[in-house]
């Protein structure tokens, strides 16, 4: 018999006991429902984390430093032991060759420094961050109040929100207005003769050309003050890098903090330690397209003579957490499916029963046994994928549930609404197909069955 | 010795059953012979194993020994598929209760031999024409069995017998259900297609005097074995 033969003849014996085929399908679809209601939350949650963890820069970001700055640092260690790379400078050519390699979006210094904020003639005790460009393009700053900054160069500030709330009660009456930073700027000493061999051109993070030739004779701290207009408010600081959680209050342009030549609480040590007449960076941070392209890059900056650091290992442990997660999920969900499929077994046994001489003449007028078996197979398979389809819609509908419930506590929570469930295409196809596999297990038993029938004892049956 | 030429022939056909403890010949050592165009009664009482013989020369049932042959293959060496084959090309069968399916329109049910067949969509509409017009339920067609008559019934089986353009004809008592009347109509049309398609049919019935009136041939049958084999006068 041909399939379309088949599927229409399945098709008119399941329209034949409409309302026991009808409850057996909707036990699938429960099943389904279940599955897909279940994995759309392990996978709705697994994206919100990769989502937040993406957003903290935390796992595309790579720091860079010389070898002898992660002396006795774990893995610094253990690339020392392994390559045999003679030690280069983190200068500003190590800077722009890093910035060549491919993959890398961006390479900057960690700058952050304590100082003093004025607003309204009252001063504050705060910390001060720059914040690279690529922030913006991240999706870090979503959802905040105001903007990001307008420009990579621009003197605005963005605060965070408990701090804003120092300034005023109502923070969201600060946007526009400007705040004064004060600061303390290094500026470079005349080299002495003596001290050019000796002495070290460092600074933390901002070896500026102009400054770096006069470093060699140490520096000088000079105050300074800087306007900047506020331009947005975040609830929690992005963090940006390894040294981003919790880095700074005020938050500022990167171009900005490089330009202000701030003197930072490590200057000194590093003027001392630094190799003499070359300016060096403590350490770089760089972000990858993907965190899928950290170890790449990684690698590639290995043999340079640099030690490098990243979460690369912490995002492989997440990841295996979800699937565990996933997978657990997935056995709870498929429970119900298990359970449904049982419900076949009986329809069909029972179709059987009440198809006994139906199934004799069929085999009187040249069925074959495999024509009859193929018959209840398709029967079950059809079963299963309008369950199929219908167990993805209510599961949909249960996920879409969860998420407006959840969203409904948070909007009263006064806090941002979140995708608790997601429900992908491949999740669609997958339950769909899972089903139909269930369905034709469960069709196995009874279409074996129906294709032994005796067609003497089936035809003579009443 | 064996006729080469038969339409079905049975060498020493044996079809035994155990129920309990007691063993029940059914078809006990039956040799026949029936030529192709030949109409052939198997006549006897309830139990006399008519219908068994009939179900193995149908190939729906297998003999315990002896051979069953149709054109002279023999059907206790065929599988099950070649037996569903033998069943769907060789062999029209009509029954005592039609086993028309009742979901079905009368088009449907003569549609379903050439479905379980594979045969094209495209010659099966002109197929079950010509079978329905054979039979003479042109009107019909639309109809499920349910409002159809007894009579209308088994002609419309005798349309699904017909549609696959079998050679052989088996029908078991195929006017067990209906009255006198009607039982006659349907002989005639069993005769009018055994002349007119040269079919060979076997038919299994307990009415002598009707199958006097229009088998060719009445093999008598009795407790399984064959009592007398005998053309008409």
Known sequence: MKFRDLTELAWRNLREALLRNSLTTLGIGVGVASLVAMLSLGVGLQQMANQRLSRSGLFDAIIVAPRTNFRGFGRATQDNDAAPVPAGPLDEDARKALERLPNVVEVYPEIRFPTEIRYAGIPYSTIVAGVPESARRGGAYDGMTGNFFSGPSADEAILQIEFARQLSPQPNSLLGKDLVLRYAERQSLPAEPEANNNSTAASNGVPSNGESAGLSGGFSVVPREEKLRIVGIVETEPASGFGGVGRGRVLIPLQVAEKLRVAQTNDFRTMLGARPGRSAYQSLTIRVKRPSLVKDVEDSIKPMGFTTFSLLDATNNLRQVFAVFDLLMGIFGSLALIVASLGIINTLVMAILERRREIGVLKALGAADSDIGKLFFVEAGVMGLIGGFLGVAIGWLIGFGINFATNVYLRRQALPPLTVSSVPWWMVAAAISFSIAVSLAAGLYPASRAARLNPVEALRYE | ?233
């Open chain 2, 1 to 233: 010795m064996p006729n080469n030429n038969a339409a079905i022939r049975t060498n020493h056909a044996t079809r035994h059953y155990q129920m309990g403890s007691a063993l029940v010949r059914a078809v006990d050592d039956v040799s026949i012979s029936v030529r192709p165009g030949e109409f052939v009664a198997l006549l006897g009482s309830s139990g006399s194993g008519k219908s068994t013989l009939l179900n193995l020369i149908a190939g729906l049932d297998r003999p315990t020994s002896g051979g069953i042959y149709a054109h002279e293959r023999n059907l206790a060496d065929m599988d099950s598929e070649e037996l569903a084959k033998h069943r769907s090309h060789t062999i029209g069968m009509v029954f005592q209760a039609f086993n028309l399916l009742p979901r079905m329109t009368l088009e449907e049910n003569v549609e379903l031999p050439l479905r379980l067949a594979a045969v094209d969509r495209a010659e099966r509409a002109a197929r079950v024409h010509e079978a329905i017009q054979h039979v003479k339920l042109g009107a019909r067609l639309t109809h499920r069995p349910t409002e159809l008559s007894g009579g209308e019934q088994q002609r419309a089986a005798l349309a699904r017998a017909l549609v696959n353009r079998p050679t052989i004809l088996l029908a078991d008592e195929p006017t067990g259900n209906l009255d006198s009347v009607t039982g006659d109509e349907i002989m005639n049309l069993l005769r009018e297609i055994n002349e007119s398609l040269r079919m060979t049919i076997v038919m299994v019935t307990h009415e002598h005097p009707r199958a006097e009136r229009f088998a060719h041939r009445m093999i008598l049958m009795k407790d399984g074995k064959l009592v007398s084999d005998g053309e008409r006068p």
